[in-house]
T-cell receptor
Framework: DTAVSQTPKYLVTQMGNDKSIKCEQNLGHDTMYWYKQDSKKFLKIMFSYNNKELIINETVPNRFSPKSPDKAHLNLHINSLELGDSAVYFC???????????FGPGTRLTVL | AQSVTQLDSHVSVSEGTPVLLRCNYSSSYSPSLFWYVQHPNKGLQLLLKYTSAATLVKGINGFEAEFKKSETSFHLTKPSAHMSDAAEYFCVVKGGSYIPTFGRGTSLIVHP
């Protein structure tokens, strides 16, 4: 069984569109994250949700909005997509009292 | 505050020779330290972690790392490289905050 899953795996879209990426974890973890990995493999944390408390990374444009309908899901909605948003987006989760993160397989977003 | 520096962006070794991937960190708190591996087009997988127990940590696939507080280092080693070890490796530090900081990654290239 997949521990952390993301959909879609690939997303190709035009500039200006709005899109969402979904993440689900079946590990019962309390904390979930969204990361952006650029073309140079640099991983940058975007958001963290801990027991429904959102920690916003100030460097993330407000076009990006995470939504957590419940503890097992953390979706990422992106408005007015730009070329620079092209990247691989990873979801991850972590149990409250442990530090290890479990990563999803990633969503490769291409903005044309 | 916390930061992590991976000293080499690329490391190239021959199959069967030792691997050394270097990582230095800084943290205002007693840190937890991790190494993750990312194979091409895959998510990240935990190799090993240090959380204030034994300073020599053994991980999966024959990797190990030694926490050296005096040198603020957490270098990753393996006695004998295998072709399947070719991947991107990330050193991660987590101090007082529950938001981890990732290094910029080291690409391990293994030649036959």
């Amino acid at each position: 069984d997949t521990a952390v899953s993301q959909t879609p795996k690939y997303l190709v879209t035009q500039m200006g569109n709005d899109k969402s990426i979904k993440c689900e974890q079946n590990l019962g973890h309390d904390t979930m994250y969204w990361y952006k990995q650029d073309s140079k493999k640099f991983l940058k944390i975007m958001f963290s949700y801990n027991n429904k408390e959102l920690i916003i990374n100030e460097t993330v444009p407000n076009r990006f909005s995470p939504k957590s309908p419940d503890k097992a899901h953390l979706n990422l909605h992106i408005n007015s997509l730009e070329l620079g948003d092209s990247a691989v987006y990873f979801c991850a989760s972590r149990e409250q009292d442990f530090d290890e993160q479990f990563f999803g397989p990633g969503t490769r977003l291409t903005v044309l | 505050a916390q930061s992590v520096t991976q000293l080499d962006s690329h490391v190239s070794v021959s199959e069967g020779t030792p691997v050394l991937l270097r990582c230095n960190y800084s943290s205002s708190y007693s840190p937890s330290l991790f190494w993750y591996v990312q194979h091409p087009n895959k998510g990240l997988q935990l190799l090993l972690k240090y959380t204030s127990a034994a300073t020599l940590v053994k991980g999966i696939n024959g990797f190990e790392a030694e926490f050296k507080k005096s040198e603020t280092s957490f270098h990753l080693t393996k006695p004998s490289a295998h072709m399947s070890d070719a991947a991107e490796y990330f050193c991660v530090v987590k101090g007082g905050s529950y938001i981890p900081t990732f290094g910029r990654g080291t690409s391990l290239i293994v030649h036959p």
